[in-house]
């Protein structure tokens, strides 16, 4: 079945070091997306890429980064993850990025920092 | 800014009842809205949609409500199952300008479902 795959599905890591979560997709969609949900919290939106167009939400702290070395894969890098960037990171993808098109959700990666 | 919320965090329900799931948003310009059902540990599951010139669409077991002169959105779930317990959203996607393409969600309401 087509779909959205999230590796790791949990992520421990240290205060500031370096961590990255990978998205995959097989539905060959255009648009990747990146959210951040904090606990009894809605999703909030990172950054997104329209094909290899990378767009970046303007409160997103600079400590996140994000690269698409294709359509199938995006991944989100987080430079010196501190202890309020634990949460549940989402990818999602969209076949187009106007109205009227769904965004499908990956299972999520939940990030643990020590 | 732009915002998507919800009236109520938290509706507990009885198997077989009905549930009702509000929304109300402020972007008179907003024109497509999603609800989506996140049960724990998962990503967002699409439940269904709706565009601003309708008001009414209906799917397996749910149907979506919009108001549009009081901004307001609902989800109905008929005959509502344990299955359904899960946290849901409604969410508005915008496509002017430099929001091209953002999901505006709401804050979630937590749908519990007593047996």
């Known amino acids: 079945d087509a779909m959205v795959i999230q590796n790791p599905r949990y992520q421990v890591t240290q205060f500031g070091k370096p961590v990255t979560l990978s998205c995959s997709q097989t539905?060959?969609?255009?648009?990747m997306y990146w959210y951040q949900q904090k606990s009894s919290q809605a999703p909030k939106l990172l950054f997104h890429?329209?094909?290899?167009?990378?767009?970046n939400e303007a409160d997103t702290p600079d400590n996140f980064q994000s690269r698409r070395p294709n359509t199938s894969f995006c991944f989100l890098d987080i430079r010196s993850p501190g202890l309020g960037d634990a949460a549940m990171y989402l990818c999602a993808t969209s076949s187009h990025r106007e109205q009227g098109y769904e965004q499908y959700f990956g299972p999520g990666t939940r990030l643990t920092v020590t | 800014g732009e915002s998507v919320g919800l009236h109520l965090p938290t509706l507990s329900v009885q198997e077989g009842d009905n549930s009702i799931i509000n929304c109300a948003y402020s972007?008179?310009?907003?024109?497509?809205f999603i609800w989506y059902k996140q049960e724990s540990g998962k990503g967002p599951q699409f439940i269904i949609d709706?565009?601003?010139?309708?008001d009414k669409r209906q799917g397996q077991r749910v149907t979506v409500l919009l108001n549009k002169t009081v901004k307001h959105l609902s989800l109905q779930i008929a005959a509502t199952q344990p299955g359904d317990s899960a946290v849901y959203f409604c969410a508005e996607i915008s496509d002017r300008g430099s929001t091209l393409g953002r999901l505006y969600f709401g804050r979630g309401t937590q749908l519990t479902v007593w047996p």
């Open positions: 972007n008179s310009a907003s024109d497509y």
């Open positions: 539905l060959n969609h255009n648009v």
């Open positions: 890429y329209y094909d290899k167009d990378f767009n």
């Open positions: 709706i565009r601003s010139n309708m």
